[in-house]
């Protein structure tokens, strides 16, 4: 990061070839379709680049990162509501471009995490799937690590309970003559 | 459904692999190559912090200095301490959210609304403990303008402190605006303790401490239309 702010194109390079799937992976989580996933990455790195003299040597990266992510996630989410209050949604076809075993298990993913709001959803992914520590989410998502477990529990006590409560419909459904 | 269960399907997703096309990766490069200049890291946050309670002084005593210095010279030498002593502690917890908001993916130690409840009880506590005078003698008139002039000065303050932090991000730009606001309202309120001689315990009470809240108000605001602005411009 320090050769980057000293403008080194090669670090830049490798910064962006090492961080870039970590990045697509949350923003894809609530991008339409890839398309829209590669489109909202290339803003962020764009941020990130006008942005960069604000990372300090010495603090984390990864929540420098992500709260920029974040930012981006949010404006777009912001922009396409105000589209989507206007006009008609047109149909996005998924460009297919990821191999089916993670697709499968970005689907179990999707699945497991619809119940939940926003927020509960955006710190699940980066503790349990980005692997960032509750002090480095609460930096990257601007509040402080008390809130991030009381969200963490919240998340997990209702993923708990929409899914036994599905186990339970369907047992009900099959007991049925 | 059992928690490790849950961590199971969550531990999957963080294995699979999740490569990128590399044209993509290379396109991302070649969009910031032509601006890839080297930047000065912005300086610490205490450093920050500092400049930010030397602005508010600047203006504060500015002010006292254009209107006099009627407030502090009547007030007894406890009083000035106590005052003072707590609207230093409270613009610097103010300067240092204002700089953690300015910086993305900073700890948050106080968040911008917890800041403004915190500065204006610590303010009433300090002011109900001072000032013992009951009267409510031209309360009204006398109370707008006071907090006019909190706000009046807060503004340059405001301006002066955006000027210093121009290099920082906002990711949330209501907060930043609210601990901004707040910041600038301590320097309206340090301006108002240094002036204002009318020791009515319900005046200082209500029309010297509304300074803070307003100013975050003012501030939020500020933040919000800039918000929109800048998704417009998108």
Redesign the interface.
């Known amino acids: 990061m320090a050769r980057y702010?000293?403008?080194d194109?090669v670090a830049?390079?490798a910064l962006?070839?090492r961080v870039?799937?970590?990045l697509?992976?949350f923003l894809a989580a609530q991008a339409e379709c890839r398309a829209d996933a590669?489109d909202l990455?290339?803003e962020t790195?764009?941020?990130i680049?006008?942005?960069?003299?604000?990372?300090?040597?010495g603090?984390?990266l990864l929540?420098?990162?992500?709260?920029?992510a974040?930012?981006v996630r949010v404006?777009h989410y912001?922009?396409a509501s105000?589209i989507w209050a206007r006009e008609a949604r047109l149909q996005n076809v998924a460009e297919v471009?990821?191999?089916a075993?993670?697709s499968a298990?970005?689907d179990?993913?999707d699945e497991?995490l619809a119940p939940l709001s926003q927020g509960q959803r955006e710190i699940?992914e980066m503790l349990?799937?980005?692997?960032m520590s509750l002090?480095d989410v609460?930096?990257?998502t601007?509040?402080?690590v008390g809130s991030v477990k009381q969200k963490v529990h919240r998340a997990?006590r209702k993923?708990?309970q929409m899914?036994?409560a599905a186990?339970l419909t369907k047992g009900q459904r099959e007991a049925l003559p | 459904?059992?928690?490790d269960e849950?961590?199971k399907?969550?531990?999957?997703?963080?294995r699979?692999?999740?490569?990128?096309?590399e044209p993509?990766?290379a396109?991302?490069?070649e969009?910031?190559?032509p601006?890839?200049?080297?930047?000065?890291?912005?300086p610490?946050t205490f450093r920050l912090a500092s400049g930010l309670i030397l602005i508010c002084a600047v203006v504060a005593l500015a002010g006292a200095a254009l209107t006099g210095f009627h407030g502090v010279e009547a007030l007894a030498p406890v009083a000035r301490f106590l005052i003072f002593a707590t609207l230093l502690v409270l613009a610097y917890l103010a300067a240092e959210a204002l700089v953690d908001?300015?910086?993305?993916?900073?700890?948050?130690r106080l968040?911008a609304v917890i800041l403004v409840a915190v500065a204006s009880t610590a303010l009433l506590v300090v002011f109900a403990l001072l000032f013992r005078d009951y009267r409510v003698d031209h309360f009204v008139h006398a109370g707008v303008a006071c907090l006019f002039f909190g706000v009046l000065f807060a503004v340059p303050t405001g301006l002066l402190s955006w000027l210093l932090l121009r290099?920082?991000?906002a990711?949330?730009r209501v907060?930043a605006g609210i601990a901004g606001g707040a910041l600038a309202g301590l320097a309206g309120v340090t301006l108002l303790e240094l002036h204002c001689a009318n020791f009515q315990a319900l005046h200082v009470l209500l029309w010297h401490t509304a300074v803070v809240p307003v100013s975050a108000a003012g501030g939020a605001l500020v933040g919000w239309l800039l918000r929109r602005y800048?998704?417009a411009q998108?």
Do not use: C
């Open positions: 702010q000293a403008g194109f830049a390079t962006i070839a870039s799937p970590q697509h992976r590669d990455l290339q790195w764009l941020r680049h006008r942005a960069r003299h604000t990372y300090r040597t603090e984390p929540p420098w990162f992500y709260a920029i974040r930012r404006d912001r922009r105000r471009a990821i191999s075993e993670t298990r970005a179990e993913l497991l699940l349990k799937v980005a692997g002090e609460a930096r990257a601007s509040s402080s997990y993923l708990r899914r036994n186990r | 459904m059992t928690d849950i961590d399907v969550l531990a999957d997703a963080a699979a692999p999740h490569e990128l096309p993509l990766l396109r991302i490069a969009s910031i190559k601006s890839l200049q080297p930047v000065h890291p912005l610490s908001e300015m910086i993305p993916g900073s700890r948050r968040s290099r920082g991000v990711t949330q907060s800048s998704l998108a």
